[in-house]
T-cell receptor
């Protein structure tokens, strides 16, 4: 158990819909990262937040957005869903967000878009 | 971040040492070598990391060659629960803190 929690575990929805994935980092960790793992793209970095502020962006679509709240939990919002958004979404956290900080991953949310 | 090359798959007998190689010939002096693994579709699990010295923890040992162009992750006594995809990641100590995952090595432990 990494200490990072993600809800829900599974999510099934229809194209065009909007969903919110939630992540609670390990106690004391200030930085949160979101990654997407699809069958054809592998594990890809989406976005990072540090202490409530966006720090880095990766291959995140404009239909996707995220935020980190004062209690440090983070939410990833996916809208206008398409079939290709079906994937595993992982959240990771680290203490500060320096490159030498180890990232610990949550169990993931499996999103299925029908 | 430097690119890494790993074998696509490997088998290892249960109870034996599993040695997973990684080539990172373009690594620069400020880049660390990290190893993660992913068991089935679970979240990636941190194993170990190092800069230039060999490292050991309760899970594994990391051997980095003197020129740092390659490394080997060693699982000393592999068990069936070590069956997973193992990712070798080179990560700079400045700039974007993201992890860049390749395709990894699928390690299968044979009973």
């Amino acid at each position: 158990d990494s200490g990072v929690t993600q809800t829900p575990k599974h999510l099934i929805t229809a194209t065009g819909q909007r969903v919110t994935l939630r992540c609670s980092p390990r106690s004391g960790d200030l930085s949160v990262y979101w990654y997407q793992q699809s069958l054809d793209q592998g594990l890809q970095f989406l976005i990072q937040y540090y202490n409530g502020e966006e720090r880095a962006k990766g291959n995140i679509l404009e239909r996707f957005s995220a935020q980190q709240f004062p209690d440090l939990h983070s939410e990833l919002n996916l809208s206008s869903l398409e079939l290709g958004d079906s994937a595993l979404y992982f959240c990771a956290s680290s203490v500060v967000g320096r490159n030498t900080d180890t990232q610990y991953f949550g169990p993931g949310t499996r999103l299925t878009v029908l | 971040d430097a690119k890494t090359t790993q074998p696509t798959s490997m088998d290892c007998a249960e109870g034996r040492a599993a040695n997973l190689p990684c080539n990172h010939s373009t690594i620069s002096g400020n880049e660390y070598v990290y190893w993660y693994r992913q068991i089935h579709s679970q979240g990636p699990q941190y194993i170990i990391h190092g800069l230039k010295n060999n490292e050991t923890n309760e899970m594994a040992s990391l051997i980095i060659t003197e020129d740092r162009k390659s490394s080997t992750l060693i699982l000393p006594h592999a068990t069936l629960r070590d069956t997973a995809v193992y990712y070798c990641i080179v990560r700079s100590n400045f700039g974007n803190e993201k992890l860049t995952f390749g395709t990894g090595t699928r390690l299968t432990i044979i009973p």
